[in-house]
């Protein structure tokens, strides 16, 4: 059997995303009972690190742990990748000794390639071009809070990064309305955009993509490798940043996330994640439970053809 790979959320069926998230909420309700679980007994994952962390990293090795495993990081000074190894190479050695590999980067190209060349699942841990990890634990902190999202409405509003990208295949694959509001030149990537159809709406008034929304989410305006248009971005962005009184216009039960880490007064007004309809330490957590269902799902067969 070939491995199964997590590089986007088109990557998995609707069903086995829903079925992954409601894993991570029962998993998460393991653990709160202080359940010992063990399903990845001496199983190892290799943390491949181009990009700093600490949500994924703490919640990918503290996942392996808990499950059982153990989690190697890696980063580029660590590894033969770093002085020119080909990363078909290094998939071909690295996965001859792991049993699952997590890699964090700057090119999605990077993934693909060692997607293809390794025997065991390879996990997208961020790109450049999408952060599915990451939405898993935001559809699993909106199925805790509010219930199933299809039919809902969700509003980004920002710039159209990876985040954006993960967001608009979300839509697509659960059935949910997305409005993004971003200044001209910053949109969501095209590719994404044409498979979602009218699941997305673009807008330059982030009024109107909030107005009635049920979700609201942003992220930082600068992305880790863009610190040179720090000072271009922060003007562009200045009329997006997303404050309570931006989230009095949506729906009266919206959750606001943000995938932090934030810069208060800039992207969100310095208040907001104190704001009751912030859920974003429930979603900072969630990435431990939902990433751990993910790493159940693939790398014991078993549990998958339940």
Not at 5 to 34: W, Y
Not at 138 to 146: K, S
Not at 221 to 242: D, H, K, N
Request: hydrophobic residues 40%; aromatic residues 8%.
């Amino acid at each position: 059997m070939s491995a199964r790979h997590f590089l986007s959320f088109m990557d998995f069926t609707p069903d086995e995303l829903v079925a992954v998230i409601r894993r991570g909420i029962e998993l998460k309700g393991l653990r709160n009972r202080a359940v010992l679980h063990e399903p990845l007994k001496n199983r190892v994952l290799g943390m491949i690190f181009e990009k700093s962390s600490t949500r994924t990293r703490l919640s990918f090795e503290a996942g392996m742990i808990q499950l059982g495993g153990q989690a190697i990081f890696l980063s580029t000074r660590d590894t033969q990748l770093g002085r020119g190894e080909p990363i078909e190479d290094a998939a071909i050695v690295m996965s001859s000794m792991l049993d699952a590999v997590m890699i964090r980067t700057f090119a999605h190209s990077t993934l693909t390639r060692f997607a293809a060349h390794s025997n065991v699942p390879v996990i997208n841990g961020l790109s450049d071009d999408l952060h599915p990890c990451q939405l898993l634990a935001d559809m699993q902190t909106f199925l805790e809070l509010r219930g199933a999202i299809q039919g809902k409405t969700v509003a980004w509003v920002g710039d159209g990064n990876n985040m954006c990208n993960s967001y608009v295949e979300a839509a697509i694959q659960f059935g949910f309305q997305l409005r993004v509001a971003c200044p001209e030149g910053y949109e969501p990537d095209p590719r994404f955009l044409a498979k979602a159809g009218d699941r997305v709406t673009l807008t330059r008034d982030p009024r109107e993509a909030v107005r009635g929304a049920h979700l609201v989410s942003t992220d930082v305006w600068t992305s880790m490798g863009q610190e040179e248009e720090a000072e271009q971005r922060l003007a562009r962005f200045a009329p997006f940043q997303v404050t309570r009184e931006l989230l009095d216009l949506a729906a009266p039960d919206v959750v606001f996330m943000h995938c932090l880490p934030a810069h208060r007064g800039e992207e969100i007004s310095h208040d907001l994640l104190e704001d009751p309809r912030s859920a974003a330490w429930q979603q900072a957590e969630n990435r431990l439970h939902a990433q751990k269902a993910l790493l159940e799902f693939l790398v014991t067969p078993a549990y998958r053809a339940e």
